[in-house]
């Protein structure tokens, strides 16, 4: 994120947008998952939990679009190619975030809702993209 452009009204925009909405994320799956709620409530919450998630998604698919594009030379070829990467996954991640809410939220599977297991989707993917990229977490050497 430091090659992006701060001094542009969008970036600065959008990160301060980011910013809350990573700021309200522990809030809303809080109660989302408490038990103290009623499923009325954890159903609203839900909602607005997959909406607060896919708009940090589509944030960050779109700082990788910023990064990505040729006529800014912002970054060399390779991370390019990378970030335009990143941002196709990002977006078909909020795409498959948004279709969650496609599901009834009194849908079990196991006894947790169909909904979770659908979030857990780009963590999933995140963290295989890091351990297929780098070797399960660890650091490359100097001749990789």
Not at 59 to 81: K, N, P
Not at 120 to 135: E, K, L, N, T, V
């Amino acid at each position: 994120m430091s090659v992006l452009p701060m001094e542009t009204r969008l970036v600065q925009m959008l990160n301060v947008v980011l910013l809350m909405l990573v700021a309200i994320f522990p809030y809303l799956f809080d109660q989302v998952v408490s038990p103290f709620n009623p499923s009325s409530v954890q159903e609203y919450a839900s909602i607005l939990f997959t909406v607060d998630y896919a708009g940090t998604l589509l944030i960050l698919a779109v700082f990788s679009h910023i990064i990505a594009q040729e006529e800014e030379h912002l970054v060399d070829g390779e991370i390019m190619i990378r970030m335009r990467r990143v941002r196709n996954r990002q977006s078909v991640l909020m795409v498959i975030v948004l279709l969650s809410l496609a599901f009834p939220w009194d849908w079990l599977l196991l006894g947790v809702h169909v909904r979770l297991f659908i979030w857990f989707i780009p963590i999933i993917s995140f963290w295989s993209s890091r351990f297929s990229r780098s070797g399960f977490g660890l650091p490359r050497g100097p001749s990789e």
